[in-house]
């Protein structure tokens, strides 16, 4: 499966079976989470079965189930965290569909478990992605028109489309997509977002997105 197949057929997935994450694919995540580290400056941790997360009343509202695995979102206190958030936490997101596992950013419906996390004193959890396999692979969300969520002088230019198409596919909270991007001379995008407290994070979501839609042709963000 190729990262955009992984872009079409990704959903949120909200209940999961009990089977545990295979041993080498736990190890897969690891290094990818090591990676993700490593570029992004952040402190992502994977937490495998560890049901208490999930386990509360919390969860029933929030229609989450069998819940046992989950990647916990840490940084460092900085202005640019959130978006550095989304761009790695996604880019975890659809390696995990890859894998044949299914996963849900989840921003408020989970509690953190002593001795489970290590956040420390000038680092904050800003979301967990729970993750696992789904009893479903969920289903698709609506989504808002090119038009809505792009701007650009004349003719949109293939690559731009593409790029814009697959932002669009992607997980906003409560599937907000409240985010534009527009097209300058000499192939500059800029990406903006709306308000929200999970605005910043969708935007690196999206960038990440727009990224892969667009590929190969080169660009450069503003
Ligand atoms: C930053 C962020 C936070 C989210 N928080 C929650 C959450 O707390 N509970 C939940 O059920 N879904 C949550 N979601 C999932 C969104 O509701 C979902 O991505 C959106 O409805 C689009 O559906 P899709 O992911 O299936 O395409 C969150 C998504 C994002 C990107």
Redesign the pocket.
Known sequence: MTLLDAIVQ???V?RYTTQPIDSHLVEQLQSLIGECNAQGGLRIQLVTEEPRAFGSWLVHY???SGVRNYVALVGAKAEDLDERI?YYGERIVLEAQRMGLNT??????YKKVPGTITIGPDERLR?VISIGYGVDN????KIKTIDRVSRCQGEMPQWFRQGVEAAL???????QQKFRFTLHEGDVVEATHGFGP?AA??LG?VKYHFELGASPHPFTWK
């Open positions: 990704r959903h949120s909200r929030g229609a989450f989304g849900c950013w989840v921003a408020l419906t979301c969920g289903h698709g969300h596919l992607a997980p906003t909270a409560i599937n999970y994070i969708d979501i």
